[in-house]
T-cell receptor, first 110, second 114 residues
């Protein structure tokens, strides 16, 4: 059974702090990992993708991948109230399909 | 640039009524297309995906069906809706990036079955 696990939250973080979101996956052969942001009532939006072990930075976002431990994380620096959303982790299963976590709700408190 | 359209944006239907949701993609050819459903407060459930015209793979046995009559058109249907069909229906497509595929979503259709 291929699974992606995320803490459902809510994760509450003060404005300006670092928000850390984590995701673990079960399929060792997975090669591509994605973070999506979903605002309430809206469709998911791809914000980060990572394929190699280590860190990948894009603005205030950093994705971290550790294939040996089978986890991927997303760090959001200088958190803003507009970062309040549900963050979905997805892992490729094949060229055609992703396995999705249930999402972590993030709340940034002003 | 590529864009994806879904309609309608919201829909309220009685139990037992039929359903037809449409998704079209612009700016690309032969995309992989997907239908997902998201129940309130839940994750994404893959319903169907298609790698080409007339090619449909079903992931979850249910009273829904999908069709792909044209290269960039994907339709989700039901003959008789159930209360459990309520949810947020999302169409997605993939674009090849380096050694993988990235998925992008349309705006979604919020369906309430009453």
């Amino acid at each position: 059974q291929k699974e992606v696990e995320q803490n459902s939250g809510p994760l509450s973080v003060p404005e300006g702090a670092i928000a850390s979101l984590n995701c673990t996956y079960s399929d060792r052969v997975s090669q591509s990992f994605f973070w999506y942001r979903q605002y309430s009532g809206k469709s998911p939006e791809l914000i980060m993708s990572i394929y190699s072990n280590g860190d990948k930075e894009d603005g205030r976002f950093t994705a971290q991948l550790n294939k040996a431990s089978q986890y991927v994380s997303l760090l959001i620096r200088d958190s803003q109230p507009s970062d309040s959303a549900t963050y979905l982790c997805a892992v490729n299963w094949s060229n055609y399909q992703l396995i999705w976590g249930a999402g972590t709700k993030l709340i940034i408190k002003p | 640039s590529q864009t994806i359209h879904q309609w309608p944006a919201t829909l309220v239907q009685p139990v037992g009524s039929p359903l037809s949701l449409e998704c079209t993609v612009e700016g690309t050819s032969n995309p992989n297309l997907y239908w997902y459903r998201q129940a309130a407060g839940r994750g994404l459930q893959l319903l169907f995906y298609s790698v080409g015209i007339g090619q449909i793979s079903s992931e979850v046995p249910q009273n829904l069906s999908a069709s792909r009559p044209q290269d960039r058109q994907f339709i989700l249907s039901s003959k008789k809706l159930l209360l459990s069909d309520s949810g947020f229906y999302l169409c997605a497509w993939t674009v090849r990036v380096a050694q993988t595929y990235e998925q992008y979503f349309g705006p979604g259709t919020r369906l309430t079955v009453t």
